[in-house]
């Protein structure tokens, strides 16, 4: 039985689904802080409760036959956690803590870790490899550093196997269109611009265009909801063989191809037939120029590769916003 925390989450509840598919008994736990009870595959045993209450873990733990976890309960917005840094050290760091914890309590010692290209900081190469010195410079990065450095010790203290995927821009939805993307409020890029040409705002704010970029504004390599899911079930697949020696791994989940937030807008004008309306902004705090993976070490280690081009993952979004204009 695999335990998915932040399971009800736009990437955590793609991943509960494919699990499912696959036929995991999958269990999650979701405060639906921003989460959606509706994302919930219905396959999985679904427990609303907090991560960082240790006594649901307790429960969790004595009463499930727990193989692995996958933790995907976080904040993720890099603005906020400029704005509001002790919430991303408390619900990402101690959150973690306490789950690991309890994992190295219970002998549960197979965990894949949601990360974020956002841990890199303000790289100066056109590819980031895993390689490349951390550097966060907002405390988003930041705290899932410090939760990957955190495994790395625990790795040695105790037999514990741990893989971390630092994801880029997530983007997408599930082809079959069952499943979205729905945060309140939405801050991420193609929502936002999905959102306005639904006519849900008057303009698509860019964030910026004095950016030592071609075009001034700044670079994301996007990667499909459904691929990032994918790295999960490859990195579990690992995982679950894995037997004695501590493993930690880290790999980047990326595309390998950059698009500039303009150029998003414009495809994003193209997939629909829709024209945006277009404001510039001052920048984003915490926003670094140019942030694109090198998927290399994944491909070889876990034989993962990217399915979905940047026009199905509007595509999918768009399909799925159309259909759901309220969200779930
Ligand atoms: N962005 C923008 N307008 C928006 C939302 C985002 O210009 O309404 C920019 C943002 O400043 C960043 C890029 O789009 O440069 C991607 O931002 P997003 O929030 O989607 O993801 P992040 O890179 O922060 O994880």
């Keep these: 039985m695999i335990l998915v925390t932040g399971g009800a989450g736009y990437i955590g509840s793609h991943v509960v689904k494919d699990l499912a598919d696959r036929g995991y008994s999958v269990i999650v736990i979701d ?10 595959d219905q ?35 890099v603005g906020e956690s400029v704005r509001s840094p002790l919430k991303y050290y408390q619900n990402n760091v101690e959150t973690s803590l306490t789950l690991i914890q309890k994992m190295i309590d219970f002998h549960i010692n197979k965990f894949i870790f949601s990360s974020t290209c956002a841990t890199y900081g303000v790289p100066n190469c ?11 410079i907002n405390p988003y990065g930041k705290s899932k ?77 996007y990667i499909h909801v459904s691929d990032i899911s994918l790295a999960h079930i490859l990195a579990l697949e690992s995982l679950l063989k894995c037997s004695n020696h501590s493993l930690t791994e880290v790999f980047n989940v990326g595309n390998t191809r950059g698009f500039s937030v303009l150029e998003i807008i414009h495809k994003c004008e193209e997939v629909t037939g829709l024209k945006a309306t277009i404001k510039i902004s001052p920048r984003r705090q915490g926003d670094p120029p140019h942030l694109v993976a090198s998927s290399k070490k994944i491909q070889e280690f876990l034989g993962w590769m990217p ?10 979004a768009w399909n799925w916003k159309y259909k759901n204009p309220d969200g779930y």
């Design 307 to 316: 399915r979905f081009s940047i026009e199905e993952m509007i595509q999918t």
């Design 31 to 40: 405060n639906l802080s921003t989460g959606h009870l509706k994302a919930v």
């Design 145 to 221: 550093l410090f939760v990957e450095s955190i495994l790395q010790d625990v790795s040695k203290s105790d037999p514990f196997h741990s893989v971390s995927l630092r994801y880029f821009n997530a983007a997408g939805c599930n082809e079959k269109g069952v499943l979205g993307e729905d945060h309140k409020p939405e801050t991420h890029l193609i929502p936002n611009v999905l959102n306005h040409l639904q006519g849900k705002t008057k303009c698509i704010e860019v964030f910026g265009n004095d950016y030592d970029t071609p075009d001034g504004t700044c670079i994301r390599d």
């Design 126 to 136: 056109t590819f980031i490899h895993e390689t490349l010195p951390a550097n966060p």
């Design 43 to 77: 396959r999985a045993i679904f427990i609303h409760g907090d991560v960082r209450d240790s006594k649901n873990l307790d429960n969790i733990f004595s009463s499930f036959p727990i193989e692995a976890v996958m933790h995907f309960a976080a904040n993720c917005l």
